[in-house]
């Protein structure tokens, strides 16, 4: 069963970090491109950052700069660490592993940026 567990959410301060990380099983880690995404209200979801089996890394505009995503293919897991938090960040947070026809998600996590 695959199982994709968000965790570090919760509510900052505009200009304040936050960091994300999410543990794989099920799957062979290592095979996936692994991908943070984000939902705010009333919008689409977004890629955020995604990055390859190869290591290959690649981020939506708004958080270039700002927002840092690595993997850690011995701990199955994959983490983004958010800097300078803007209101407009604030969205669900969703992990994402994608393989040939498979893809993953998770239930994702809350992320406020709020003074």
């Known amino acids: 069963q695959v199982q994709l567990v968000e965790s570090g959410g919760g509510l900052v301060q505009p200009g304040g970090s936050l960091r994300l990380s999410c543990a794989a099983s099920g799957i062979i880690f290592r095979f996936y491109t692994m991908g943070w995404y984000r939902q705010a209200p009333g919008k689409q979801r977004e890629l955020v950052a995604t990055i390859t089996n190869g290591g290959s890394i690649n981020y939506a505009d708004s958080v270039k700069g700002r927002f840092t995503i690595s993997r850690d293919n011995a701990e199955n897991t994959v983490d983004l660490r958010m800097n300078s938090l803007k209101p407009e960040d604030t969205a669900v947070y969703y992990c994402?592993?994608?393989?040939?026809?498979?893809?993953?998600w998770g239930q994702g996590t809350q992320v406020t940026v709020s003074s």
């Open positions: 994402n592993a994608r393989w040939v026809h498979m893809d993953h």
